[in-house]
C-alpha cells in the first residue's frame, strides 16, 4: 500500500475515531502525524513539526486574546452601538453590514483570514446582544470575504490569475472577481433565509437599550406572551437587548433609563489598537497573530486589572483542533498526497470528468489548509486537459476558485477556526459542528454546482 493512500485511511480513522469515542480531534491528529511521519515516512519529529501552522496558532491566540480585551472593557459594546445606529437601528441589516465590511476589506487587498480576523469578533458581539445566531453571522463574514477575495487586487486574485498567466492559459480577472462575487451574494441570501435572517426582519433597536419587533404578530400570536411586556400598539413587541461588558460606564438614553456604553480611556486605547492593527496589517502587510498580541499586550500594560482573565478566554481546544488537523494535513500535503490525486484525476481520460474530480479535490483540501496553496498547486495540474480544448479555461478555473474558497466556512479553515474561536463560550461547540456541518455541505455541493453553471456550458 502506498504512503499517499496510508496518509488518507489514516485521515479518515481520526475522524471516525473522534466521532465515536470522547477523544480530542486535535490530539488525535497531532497523535496521527507523529506516527505516520515517524513510523511510516521515516522522517524525524522536526519535519512533522515543520507543518504545525505556527501562523495561524498565532492568528488565534492574537485575535481572541485581543478582542477578549475588548469585550472586558466594554469596546465592543460601543462598536456595537454605533454600528447599530448606522443602518438605523434595523438588525436585520447587520449580518449584511457585516458581509459587506469584510468583502471591501478583501477586495482591495486584505488577505482573506485578515479581514475575517478583524470583523468576526466585532461581528460575533452584535449576534451576542441582538440574539442573532452566531451560525448566520459567522457565515455572512466569511462569505463576505469570499465575495470580495478574487477582486484582481486581492490575494486570492492575484494569485489565481498570476496561475493562470504564467501557464499561457486565457483567463478573465474580471468575470473571475464578478463571478465569485454574485455567487457569494446568492449563498448569502441562502444562508440569510436558512439561519433566522427572517426572524430579524421589523426588529429595531430603539436606541436606549430596548429592540421593537414591529412585525404583524410580533414573532407570537396577536394578543399572545409577545405583546405581554410591549410598550407599543398592537403587534408590537418590545425587548430589552443584552448588554455583555462587564465593565460599562453609561448614560442615561431616552426614557427608559436604560445603559449606553460611552467612551473612556480604556475604550478609545482600545479602538486606536483595533484601527492599529488594521492599518498594520491592510497597508504594512504585517503579521495578523503577532500585531493583534502586540496590541493586546500594550492594552495590558495600560489596564492590568481589565486584562487578567483575558488570557483564559483564549479558545485553546479550538487552537488544539484547528492546529493538530492541519498540521496533518501538512504532512499529506509534504508527502505528496495532494499532488498525488491530482495527477491521477488529471490522467482520466474524460475531461468533463476530470474537472469535477479537480473541483472536489480543492473543495476537500481547502476545508483542511491553505486556500491560496491550493489554486496555486491545482490550476498546473489541470493544463494538460485545459490545452486539450475541450473544457473552456476560464469556466475551469471560476468554478476552481469558487469550490476551493467557500469551503472556508470549514472550522478547519482559518476563517471558520476564528469565527468558532470568537463565539460565545456556552455555543462555540455548537457554533463548530454547525460549521462542520455547513463546510462538508460546500464541499459536497459547491463542485458540483459551479461545475454545471461555469465548465458545462464551455465557458472561455
Known amino acids: 500500500m502506498s504512503v499517499e493512500l496510508i496518509s488518507i485511511l489514516v485521515l479518515v480513522a481520526v475522524f471516525l475515531i473522534a466521532t465515536v469515542l470522547p477523544v480530542h480531534m486535535g490530539a488525535l491528529a497531532l497523535v496521527a502525524a507523529f506516527l505516520v511521519g515517524t513510523q511510516v515516512v521515516g522522517e524525524d519529529v522536526d519535519w512533522v513539526l515543520g507543518g504545525f501552522p505556527a501562523d495561524l496558532f498565532m492568528i488565534l491566540v492574537g485575535v481572541t486574546y485581543l478582542f477578549a480585551l475588548a469585550k472586558d472593557n466594554g469596546t465592543v459594546d460601543w462598536l456595537v452601538e454605533q454600528a447599530v445606529r448606522g443602518v438605523g437601528g434595523r438588525v436585520a441589516l447587520i449580518p449584511w453590514v457585516m458581509f459587506a465590511v469584510t468583502g471591501l476589506l478583501t477586495s482591495v487587498g486584505a488577505v482573506v483570514p485578515a479581514a475575517v480576523a478583524i470583523i468576526a469578533p466585532m461581528g460575533m458581539g452584535f449576534a451576542k446582544r441582538y440574539e442573532i445566531r452566531p451560525l448566520l453571522m459567522g457565515l455572512m463574514v466569511i462569505n463576505g470575504a469570499s465575495a470580495g477575495g478574487f477582486s484582481p487586487l486581492s490575494i486570492f486574485g492575484s494569485i489565481t490569475n498570476g496561475v493562470v498567466a504564467r501557464n499561457d492559459i486565457p483567463g478573465s480577472p474580471l468575470l473571475l472577481f464578478l463571478s465569485s462575487m454574485i455567487f457569494n451574494i446568492m449563498l448569502g441570501l441562502v444562508v440569510f433565509y436558512l439561519f433566522g435572517g427572517r426572524d430579524l426582519i421589523g426588529k429595531r433597536d430603539l436606541g436606549d437599550g430596548e429592540v421593537s419587533d414591529s412585525r404583524a404578530d410580533g414573532g407570537t400570536p396577536a394578543g399572545g406572551p409577545g405583546n405581554a411586556g410591549g410598550t407599543g400598539g398592537a403587534g408590537t413587541r418590545t425587548t430589552r437587548a443584552s448588554t455583555t461588558?462587564?465593565?460599562?460606564?453609561?448614560?442615561?438614553?431616552?426614557?427608559?433609563?436604560?445603559?449606553?456604553?460611552?467612551?473612556?480611556?480604556?475604550?478609545?486605547?482600545?479602538?486606536?489598537?483595533?484601527?492599529?492593527?488594521?492599518?498594520?496589517?491592510?497597508?504594512?502587510?504585517?503579521?495578523?497573530?503577532?500585531?493583534?498580541?502586540?496590541?493586546?499586550?500594550?492594552?495590558?500594560?495600560?489596564?492590568?486589572?481589565?486584562?487578567?482573565?483575558?488570557?483564559?478566554?483564549?479558545?485553546?481546544?479550538?487552537?488544539?483542533?484547528?492546529?493538530?488537523?492541519?498540521t496533518y494535513v501538512s504532512l499529506m500535503e509534504n508527502i505528496g498526497t495532494i499532488d498525488w490525486l491530482g495527477e491521477g484525476v488529471a490522467g482520466i481520460g474524460a475531461p468533463l470528468l476530470a474537472a469535477i474530480l479537480i473541483c472536489y479535490i480543492g473543495a476537500v483540501v481547502s476545508a483542511f489548509a491553505s486556500t491560496t496553496g491550493i489554486l496555486g498547486a491545482l490550476i498546473p495540474l489541470a493544463v494538460p486537459f485545459l490545452m486539450a480544448g475541450e473544457i473552456g479555461p476560464i469556466g475551469l478555473i471560476i468554478a476552481l476558485a469558487i469550490s476551493s474558497s467557500v469551503v472556508d466556512s470549514s472550522p478547519f479553515s482559518t476563517s471558520g477556526a476564528l469565527v468558532v474561536a470568537n463565539s460565545p463560550e456556552e455555543q462555540r461547540d455548537q457554533v463548530f459542528k454547525q460549521l462542520m456541518v455547513?463546510?462538508?455541505?460546500?464541499?459536497?455541493?459547491?463542485?458540483?454546482?459551479?461545475?454545471?453553471?461555469?465548465?458545462?456550458?464551455?465557458?472561455?
Request: overall charge neutral; hydrophobic content about 55%.
Open 438 to 460: 455547513w463546510g462538508f455541505s460546500m464541499v459536497l455541493i459547491a463542485p458540483i454546482v459551479t461545475w454545471a453553471i461555469f465548465v458545462l456550458p464551455g465557458w472561455g
Open 245 to 326: 461588558s462587564v465593565q460599562t460606564t453609561t448614560v442615561t438614553g431616552g426614557t427608559s433609563g436604560a445603559p449606553t456604553t460611552t467612551l473612556d480611556r480604556n475604550r478609545i486605547l482600545t479602538l486606536v489598537g483595533i484601527a492599529g492593527l488594521a492599518i498594520a496589517v491592510l497597508f504594512f502587510e504585517q503579521d495578523v497573530g503577532f500585531t493583534a498580541i502586540t496590541v493586546a499586550v500594550v492594552l495590558s500594560l495600560f489596564s492590568p486589572s481589565i486584562s487578567k482573565g483575558a488570557v483564559s478566554a483564549i479558545a485553546w481546544p479550538t487552537v488544539l483542533l484547528i492546529c493538530g488537523i492541519v
